[in-house]
């Protein structure tokens, strides 16, 4: 079945540590994206891709980075971790059809990271 | 840059009732996608509805329906015959320009719950 898989699903680490939030999708999407889910719930754009080799960064500033080699893999990586990174990180994929946009944005289950 | 905005942060219905969810939006785009997201307590985020800015006719899915006032910015959401398993977050999106990766733009969200 085409899905969107995010590990780990819960995150406890403590401060300074490098740790990488992964993300993978069957469904042969171009585009992938990560949002930063705050306590509030409010959601934010850090990262997305348009395809293989191509990343950028989103509205909201991060200290994270990504990389995007494979079609169906798009890793989050925070070099050290610190307090205010706790969050929840939302990765989602979409494809298109045709010239058609707008389609089949599937997200993932999420990682809910806590840095102590 | 594109705002979206949920003036309800919490709703609440009564099961079997109807309930609609507003969503405003700011953009000087004429054509893009519009969409409703729900996200359940701990539960992955799922699509409930999008709508076509070129369509004037609005979307429905099953319980679920917009009313897209183009003029007047305007995408509220209908859920009629609410479910116990309607409560959740709902997010209202608007799809952001190529350039920007036709990305999603969120409102904060309202948190609607259903009771008995």
């Known amino acids: 079945e085409a899905d969107i898989y995010q590990t780990p699903r819960y995150l406890v680490i403590g401060t300074g540590k490098k740790i990488t939030l992964e993300c993978s999708q069957t469904m042969g999407h171009d585009k992938m994206y990560w949002y930063q889910q705050d306590p509030g719930m409010e959601l934010h754009l850090i990262h997305y891709s348009y395809g293989v080799n191509s990343t950028e960064k989103g509205d909201l500033s991060s200290e994270s980075t990504v990389s995007r080699i494979r079609t169906e893999h798009f890793p989050l990586t925070l070099e050290s971790a610190r307090p205010s990174h706790t969050s929840q990180y939302l990765c989602a994929s979409s494809g298109s059809i045709g010239q058609e946009e707008g389609y089949g944005y599937t997200f993932g289950s999420g990682t809910r990271l806590t840095v102590v | 840059a594109q705002t979206v905005t949920q003036s309800q942060p919490e709703m609440s219905v009564q099961e079997a009732e109807t309930v609609t969810l507003s969503c405003t939006y700011d953009?000087?785009?004429?054509?893009?996608?519009l969409f409703w997201y729900k996200q359940p307590p701990s539960r992955q985020m799922i699509l409930v509805i999008r709508?076509?800015?070129?369509?004037?006719q609005n979307a429905t899915e099953n319980r679920f329906s917009v009313n897209f006032q183009k003029a007047a910015k305007s995408f509220s959401l209908k859920i009629s015959d609410s479910q116990l398993g309607d409560t959740a977050m709902y997010f209202c999106?608007?799809?952001?320009?190529?350039?920007?990766?036709?990305?999603?733009?969120f409102g904060k969200g309202t948190s609607l719950l259903v009771t008995p």
């Open positions: 999106a608007f799809m952001m320009s190529p350039n920007s990766g036709y990305a999603l733009n």
């Open positions: 953009t000087s785009e004429n054509n893009y996608y």
């Open positions: 709508q076509e800015a070129y369509k004037q």
